[in-house]
């Protein structure tokens, strides 16, 4: 079976510091991965995802994450965070092909002083 | 074209009740899952309908128990409540199973067990 581990639970920015939220899966096979991203009050959206190819992929609002099979990661990045980033983002992972479940992180919550 | 939606937005039940969550898809989605998401745990999955069949589980106990009409709406049922259910129970939908690119999460409903 899948899982995903997101080691920061909480982490605390100031406005124009850079970003680097961890994010590591088992599975023994190929892998679809994501960050979904929930900001206060909305709706769960996905920010990212990688399915094949270039293992740096690039989001919307500047965010980006690398997938380093070798090291079963695939960590989020921006680099320079800004007030409106202060949500909670969740690592996630399905094997890919076919019609598979995501399993999802516990989540890392982002606080990002003015 | 509207968005998921979950009803109710908020319930307050006492141990040992039971519930019924509604969610209703986005027009033309007929995969339906549902996620528990707690602070400690994040969003952990429940279940996952397609054609009013459960094609996914999770790891909850059968007091957790789901289904998808023909028009694609799913509930979900929750019997003899605990107070560790209490939750936000998130519903996404999709036009097929595990397909991201269509994947909407709606708003939740939030339980309180007392």
């Known amino acids: 079976a899948q899982s995903v581990s997101q080691h920061n639970h909480h982490v605390i920015l100031s406005e124009a510091a850079s970003l680097e939220l961890g994010c590591n899966y088992s599975y023994g096979g190929t892998v679809n991965l994501f960050w979904y991203v929930q900001y206060p009050g909305q709706h769960l959206q996905l920010l990212l995802k990688?399915?094949?190819?270039?293992?740096l992929v690039k989001g919307i609002k500047g965010f980006e994450a690398e997938f380093i099979k070798s090291k079963f990661s695939f960590n989020l990045r921006k680099p320079s965070v800004q007030w409106s980033d202060t949500a909670e983002y969740f690592c996630a992972v399905n094997s890919a092909g076919g019609y598979q479940k995501v399993t999802f992180g516990t989540g890392t919550k982002l606080q990002v002083i003015p | 074209k509207a968005g998921v939606t979950q009803t109710p937005r908020y319930l307050i039940k006492t141990r040992g009740q039971q519930v019924t969550l509604s969610c209703s898809p986005i027009s033309g989605h007929r995969s339906v899952s549902w996620y528990q998401q707690t602070p400690g745990q994040g969003l952990q999955f429940l279940f996952e309908y397609f054609s009013e069949t459960q094609r996914n589980k999770g790891n909850f106990p059968g007091r957790f128990s789901g289904r998808q009409f023909s028009n694609s709406r799913s509930e979900m049922n929750v019997s003899t409540l605990e107070l560790g259910d209490s939750a936000l129970y998130l519903c996404a939908s999709s036009i097929k199973p595990g397909d991201t690119d269509t994947q909407y999460f709606g708003p939740g409903t939030r339980l309180t067990v007392l």
């Open positions: 990688y399915f094949s190819g270039d293992p």
